[in-house]
């Protein structure tokens, strides 16, 4: 048995044996004889749909003297929360913004507002105050403090959605409509490299414990709400400075946006028992599959069913037949199409574009749920398994870099 500071002393000399979850699958898989000598650090992530995520921003609205308090204030639209700490005549704003939040843009939300702010974009803020109404080109580096803070995430399981009904239903998940008849299927997870599936007990996810969230250095802050023991998720803590636009994000939605959040952590192989829970594989994963009308529960695939198809799409514009093809780039969940129907890295391949398109421009093996009822193909995903592997593997390069410390306080 290693200890967790024997580990942290071999990553200082950077000694350190550090794989990636996929990484330390593949060994698995090819029932490889890992033994704790083996490796001492397996880095997870995950990337997708997280729906409890906010952001404490703070700055400089205006000079000192020009109002007392602040009343209402937007971010491209995005309505945020002044305060809670009072203006008390010094021109400064405080404010939260949650992820999920909706602008007066069309498809814009609290998660396209976080990462324009990482990307470095001007933001436009309008102030309402107590003496008028003040506009405002702002920058993340303009910001005294932006603290991003994920109340729950990183969920060790979700579920798939079908609709047994024999109509198609409206749901908060897509922008299109579910049809009946159970011939499609959605779901969330990224499955075996995410952290909770590979440490379901919270063994090494404890208070102060370091992760990566969205590309950045944060603090794991304890369970998230809505957590349980079957149902486990995180909640963290970090600043928005070092963030990386392309592993954050929002998902546009029939009901409105939702925000896309990455978090990777690292696992200890302390011992036989972290070894054994770092072994799960899709194959033994259930995937529950509930009636997306009441979130009910009443058969179960795995994750291997989920993600055995291609983890992005095949595109080929000549199939185009279509004199107007905005539907096709309006309704990406990402934006990600441009006027000439290539894809930008933007696309986390939700399999949207594959729904929409009636030419079939759009192509990948989507995988298939196998229930008691029958086969149900994946119309949407949404959580992306190649976020949730570089995620990992950055984490990976930093600890390899002996730049980390494990253990929590």
Known sequence: MKSIEDINRKIAEKTAAVWTVSEFKKHIRASDAVTP??????????????????????????????????TKLTLNGV???????????NGHVD?????????????????????????????????DTDTGTTTKSVR??????????????????????????????????????????????TFSGCGEINP???????????????ALVNGARGIILGSGTRASA???????????????PNLMGGFKMMAGCECLTSVATAIPVTDDAALAALSILDENISLPVANVMNRTAFDAAIYADAWKGDRRIRTDPAKCKTSDCSRCRDLCPREAIRPDLTITKACM???????????GVYSAKTGVLHTRAGDVPIVLRQSDRLRGERIALLLRDEIRSGNWRLGGI
């Open 37 to 70: 000598e083996d490796v001492d650090v397996v880095t997870c992530g995950t990337f997708g749909v997280m729906s409890g995520t906010a952001a404490v921003l703070a700055f400089q609205a205006a000079d000192a003297g020009s109002f007392t308090h602040a």
């Open 140 to 185: 993340l580096s303009d910001m005294s403090a932006a603290k991003m803070i994920v109340t729950r995430g990183a969920f060790r399981n979700y579920m798939a959605f079908v609709n047994p009904s024999e109509k198609e239903v409206k749901t908060i998940f897509s922008v299109l409509p579910m049809k009946g008849n159970m011939i499609q299927a």
């Open 95 to 127: 404010a939260i913004v949650y992820g999920t939040t909706g602008s007066n843009r069309p498809g814009y939300g609290g998660g396209h507002l976080f990462a324009d702010l990482v990307a470095g974009n001007f933001v436009e803020a309008q102030i």
């Open 349 to 359: 391949g939700c399999l949207t574009c594959i729904s929409v398109c009636p030419d």
């Open 196 to 210: 909770l599936e590979n440490d379901p007990t919270l063994r090494f996810h404890t208070p102060g414990t370091a």
């Open 230 to 244: 079957a149902k486990p998720n995180l909640s963290l803590a970090v600043d928005m400075h070092r963030m990386d």
């Open 79 to 89: 309505p945020a929360h002044i305060g809670p700490c009072p203006n008390e005549n």
